[in-house]
């Protein structure tokens, strides 16, 4: 499986790119005037799992590898980009190719790099992001419906059905019902199935703070209030430390942390937040002295699986041998996992669970 791509998005100088530079420590441009960023950049930052190291360990793997979310810095977005302002049709194109949507909202204020609107309100903005992906996916409706109505003049219960569900879905994107995402999304793959609709597309908001925590923790209340009853996730970052940190050395960052009171890194929540916007779960796999994990969505089964690390594998699969990383913790190795049942024999419609180390016996 390819690395999970994730957009960054936001309005211009919301902290896209400074956030982009933490996670992936790329070194993109930033500068304090809109449309820095013209080309998406991209990078591929590790998923943080403390249970590969502990499994890696065990196995005595001189390779360790994570999974990876593969991060893509899209140029800002501003108000009228679905009529093709600013970098609009660019930006929209760049979107329209990721699997989930990081959304930078910016709280914070800065004497160099002036806000696009005036003001900092994150709420405004990120109605604003939401009224474009809307507007945009409208038009693209639009189309779909036309041929979907054209197709159910023949009575056809099968084609009036899909007019009818895209009729729904265009009510709940122009705003005037409850966004069911993954109702909406099931319903447009089943009735138009080359439409990609931004709005329907797994989305975190990141709010962008600065370092005060009274006015971090009001637009926090304010975003919350907003984005919950759209059920979208909130959290909260400050990329222009998340910078400086990944700029230092292990050692010197964890002082810093220490000094600021930080516990986890910002970076490693959003990784895994990210991770987590497509319900993927990891299993393991350990084979010539290589831990690796893989990401697959919650429900597959072990053939499934199995293809992810090759299609020979899902072609020839004959059975697994499974164990859960927890049991093979307790037991130290797959030998006394084996001998006290912890390891066990499945085959290919056994459903992967997360934190499962699985090896795959395949017929060339």
């Not at 501003?78 to 959304?103: P, W, Y």
């Not at 900092?120 to 041929?147: G, H, M």
């Not at 009274?214 to 910078?243: D, H, K, M, T, Y």
């Not at 290919?348 to 934190?355: I, L, N």
Request: proline share 4%; with cysteine.
């Amino acid at each position: 499986m390819s690395s999970l791509r994730v957009g960054i998005v936001g309005l211009p100088n919301a902290g896209k790119t400074t956030l982009f530079n933490a996670l992936s420590r790329a070194g993109a441009q930033v500068a304090p005037y809109p449309f820095t960023t013209v080309e998406p950049n991209v990078g591929v930052v590790p998923v943080p799992d403390d249970r590969l190291g502990r499994v890696a360990g065990l196995a005595e793997c001189a390779r360790v590898v994570p999974a990876t979310v593969r991060f893509v810095d899209i140029a800002g977005l501003v108000e009228g980009a679905s009529k093709g302002e600013g970098l609009g049709n660019r930006f929209l194109a760049n979107i329209r190719d990721v699997d989930a949507v990081v959304h930078v909202v910016r709280a914070f204020e800065s004497g160099s790099a002036a806000h696009v609107t005036g003001s900092i309100d994150p709420v405004r903005d990120a109605e604003l992001i939401e009224t474009e992906l809307r507007l945009a996916d409208l038009e693209i409706l639009a189309k779909a419906l036309s041929k979907a109505r054209q197709n159910a003049k023949s009575g056809d219960r099968e084609c009036m059905a899909c007019m009818e569900g895209l009729e729904r879905v265009e009510k709940m994107v122009s705003g005037d019902a409850s966004l069911d995402r993954e109702g909406a999304a099931e319903t447009v793959m089943r009735c138009a199935p080359g439409c990609e609709l931004l709005t329907l597309k797994p989305t975190l908001l990141v709010l962008n703070v600065g370092e005060s925590p009274e006015e971090a923790a009001r637009f926090q209340s304010e975003l919350l209030s907003w984005a919950g009853p759209r059920g979208l996730p909130v959290l909260v970052v400050n990329a222009e430390i998340e910078a400086e940190l990944a700029e230092l050395d292990p050692e010197e960052a964890v002082e810093f942390e220490a000094e600021m009171g930080i516990e986890e890194e910002s970076l490693d929540r959003l990784a895994r937040a990210s991770y987590e916007l497509l319900g993927l779960i990891t299993f393991f796999s350990i084979d010539s002295g290589e831990c690796r994990a893989w990401p697959v969505p919650a429900g597959s089964t072990a053939s499934y699986a199995a293809g992810r690390i090759h299609t020979d594998f899902e072609k020839g699969f004959v059975k697994a041998e499974v164990v859960h990383q927890d049991d093979f913790v307790s037991c130290g190795c797959f030998t006394t996992a084996r001998d006290t049942g912890a390891l066990r024999i499945e085959g290919r419609e056994y459903v992967v669970q997360d934190g499962d180390v699985i090896h795959f016996k395949f017929a060339t």
